[in-house]
């Protein structure tokens, strides 16, 4: 069996090498580093089954050092060396994800014992995790709810593109099911037993954003201070998920284009091309199209996604979905509760700006509220209800009436709330509104509303 590495960080030359003669003698692999940014290094590159890391270094010290390997995804067991009696270093380390601590002047069978506990418990930990992501998952079919035409159109096509390595693209508005989307075509797949690696090109600051995608090698740049290993990589004989893809800057447009057409990557700062076997289904609620016209995003990348499209219609479409839904967030709750046909009522009328995630939402709030295990009109809160004498807006605005009288309704509606809302002051209304106050009082004469 291999011999067990580990990591002495103490900046005491004589301390150090006395711990890393002691522990090679017990037949340990022994790294060393002299302050806090060499033990980060030799964490994040080596991964060594156990680390003790003294806390007091120049430059990073050791809870710095506990903190930003955690964060960068180590599982290196770790134990600090404290001065003897601060247990407030202790208990800070504890919380930040040490192992155990161990007091100075150490006692070196006191801490034998614990590296080897350490040691163990890592390799328990690594099993068990293991175990869970082999473990089959849970069907997916039967937690996409309803059974609107659009719907079982979108359950076909993911059936389609299932037994297919064919790039997708998602597409719908917030909250109308575009990750359940992607994940049953996981699933459903021949790579469902491989990774599925979601990245969300919106969350990641743009400078971070290439290197989280393609990965870069030690020293690509400052602060690169180990390799790493991109999403792309990571994805290997899986499915990469590419969220908010309309948020793609041009530069990195390119660069997912060139890795879509030759399926081969580079880590930032090497020329090695790495051949990656991944399936790219990207998402978006953004209107590519109009994207691509006003030149903001590359119209090659968008016909290389665009190889199928799965469109999510808005809950507002499907209305017929709308009890399968509620009954369906109703019946994960634990408790035994029905719901009134004047509430589904209100909640089949609504217009769902925020889909069915809004439509869970309020679910939940109500089954909250629902004490007596019944919700009723009262347990239901809807965000925008309208009010008295407003007129709405709702996505049926008639087609047949023509854009003109659409946009009049739409137009009256503003400067009514506008005006409401400053109890009828004209100057701020047209501030609000950002028009002339010329135009406004134009406009109140034209609609015919109270001068
Ligand atoms: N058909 C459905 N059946 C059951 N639950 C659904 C369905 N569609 C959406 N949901 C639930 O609604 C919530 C929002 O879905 P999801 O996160 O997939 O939306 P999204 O389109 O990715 O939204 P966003 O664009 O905001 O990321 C989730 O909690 C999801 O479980
Ligand atoms: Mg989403």
Redesign the pocket.
Known sequence: MRASTILIAEDERTARTSLAGLLEAEGFRVLTAENGTEALSVLLSEEPEAAVLDIRMPGMDGLAVLRRAKEGGSDSALIVMTAHGDSGTAIEAMKLGAFDYVSKPLDFKVLLTQIERAIGQRKLARQLRAAQESAPAPPISN????HSPA?QHVYKLIGQVSTSNATVLVR?E???????VVNAIHHNSARAQGPLIKVNCASIPEALLESELFGHEKGAFTNALYRRIGRFEEANGGTLFL?EIGELAPALQSKLLRALQERVIERLGSNTPIPVDIRLVA?T?RDLEAAVNAGSFREDLYYRLNVVAIA?PPLRERRQDIPA?VQ?FINRSEHAVSITSSALTVLCDYHWPGN??EL?NVVERALVLARSGVITEDEIQLKTRPEQGDTVWTDFAPLEEGMKANVATLEKALIERALRQTQGNKTRAAEILGVHRRLLYEKIREHGLPE
């Open positions: 937690t996409m709810v309803g719907m719908g917030s909250g109308t099911g575009k990750e359940l969220d998402a609620s999510l839904l369906h069915v995630r869970e």
